[in-house]
């Protein structure tokens, strides 16, 4: 088989997944018997050798940068592809602008099928209106997605390919948490010096999309003795050093961007409360709120889309959307005066990832949705069907003429060879 997909150095949150994966499906035992070829970075020559492998498992993320050529091995070779968001919409309009004809296909079945998206928390985010990853879940044998929201904003379209909601990793290796926990005095000694009792993190991208003037500003209502921390990446586009100026939050900011992954742990281990809202929402499941969650840290985030999906008990929520400044402060100043309530939130998310990653949850979830996507590969009626269908569009053929049963007596008839693997994985789906 073939996993395809950027892995560290790559600076993307798909790369530390990926790697988390490998090593779980290499724990687990099960890439002794059953090889598996990394496929990164990826060459024109992997475009000839990509229909000769059992199966690829395809990860799929909105950076066209990272994604566009695995995108094209998916399409030219489908087998399982791991959609890590809904809204591909900066990649479909990156793909176009650089004259890739794939990004108009998918481009056409998106709008085509804009009127399918009618759950009101979808239509809330603009990039989720529109189904951008329409094209590739179509054209795929197997989907996994990491919550039941992907799953069913899927079905929703219409979607027929099987779908497989698998957890996120556990990314971080317990003992480089452990050890970064070891900093938390060092790194909080500064901002006590400057009054900070209380300090808020906001970790991960620095983009638009985490609100983190909304934050600032709500720092700013609360008693000076909070202070907000941001860790992560800085993402072009975005001024987070202006937005940092103007929030007037002066030596109660402290801003740590590009930091590598021992300061990025530490900082989560010295935070008393974490942050992690998003709007609009593209149908991710966030890697940092997975960090904050592993290492015991509250955190609020927005009530919408996957984070519906969390547990209730592990985080806090705010409304949907764009949160108002008072209500983000509201509950902040719940968190930041009842140590007793951080303190059962944290050990709780930290309880939910640990028995994650106990129970190996995420490998048992890929090996699962591995072994149906390749029995369905292959499945010897699935060709012919293939054709079947592709000869029906030629015609012309429209769902309006399947329903009065157009067509169907021969896929009737190749019922019969489908292997029980295909059909249990099919009705997943």
């Known amino acids: 088989m073939a996993f395809c997909s950027p892995v560290p150095p790559a600076p993307t949150g798909v790369a530390t997944y990926a790697r988390a994966v490998l090593a779980g499906l290499r724990r687990a035992g099960y890439l002794d018997g059953h090889p598996m070829d990394l496929i990164w970075p990826v060459k024109p020559r992997h475009e000839e050798l990509m229909p000769w492998y059992a199966l690829g498992i395809y990860q799929i993320g909105n950076n066209v940068a990272f994604h566009r050529d695995i995108y094209r091995l998916a399409d030219q070779a489908p087998g399982l592809t791991v959609l890590h968001d809904l809204a591909l919409d900066d990649f479909v309009r990156g793909m176009k602008a650089s004259g890739e004809a794939l990004g108009y296909a998918a481009d056409r079945e998106a709008h085509r099928l804009d009127a399918r998206v009618t759950s009101p928390?979808?239509?809330?985010?603009e990039p989720l209106r529109?189904?951008?990853?329409?094209?590739?879940?179509?054209r795929s044998r197997g989907l996994i997605v990491h919550s039941g929201f992907c799953r069913r904003y899927l079905q929703d379209l219409g979607c027929r390919t099987p779908i497989f909601v698998v957890p996120h990793p556990v990314v971080e290796r317990w003992r480089d948490v452990e050890r970064a926990a070891t900093r938390r005095n060092e790194l909080r000694a500064p901002l006590a010096a400057r009054g900070a009792k209380v300090v808020v993190g906001a970790f991960g991208d620095l983009n638009a999309a985490k609100l983190l003037d909304v934050v600032m500003a709500a720092v700013g209502r609360l008693d000076p003795s909070v202070h907000l921390v941001v860790v992560g990446r800085r993402i072009g586009g975005y001024d987070i050093d202006g937005v940092a100026e103007e929030s007037g939050l002066g030596s109660r900011l402290t801003l740590r961007p590009d930091v590598?992954?021992?300061?990025?742990?530490?900082?989560?281990?010295?935070?008393?409360?974490?942050?992690?809202?998003?709007?609009?929402?593209?149908?991710e499941v966030s890697g940092s709120l997975a960090r904050t969650m592993q290492a015991g840290v509250p955190t609020v985030v927005s009530g919408t889309g996957t984070y519906l999906d969390v547990p209730e008990g592990l985080v806090a929520r705010v409304a949907s959307g764009r949160p108002s400044v008072e209500e983000l402060a509201a509950a902040f100043r719940r968190l930041a005066e009842d140590r007793e309530l951080r303190d059962r939130m944290g050990r709780a998310a930290r309880e939910h990832v640990l028995q994650l990653s106990?129970?190996?949850?995420?490998t048992r979830g890929y090996v699962e949705a591995i072994e149906h996507?390749?029995?369905?590969?292959?499945?010897?009626?699935r060709q012919a069907l293939a054709r079947w269908a592709d000869a029906l569009a030629d015609l012309g053929l429209t769902t309006d003429g399947m329903d009065e049963g157009y067509g169907l007596s021969y896929a009737q008839a190749l019922q019969g060879l489908q292997p029980e693997a295909a059909e249990a994985g099919s009705e997943r789906g």
């Open 130 to 138: 529109t189904p951008w990853a329409a094209h590739i879940a179509r």
């Open 358 to 362: 106990r129970s190996d949850a995420t």
């Open 121 to 125: 928390d979808a239509r809330l985010h």
């Open 260 to 283: 590598g992954d021992d300061e990025f742990r530490a900082w989560l281990g010295a935070a008393d409360i974490a942050v992690d809202l998003r709007f609009p929402h593209r149908g």
């Open 373 to 381: 996507t390749r029995a369905l590969v292959r499945d010897p009626a």
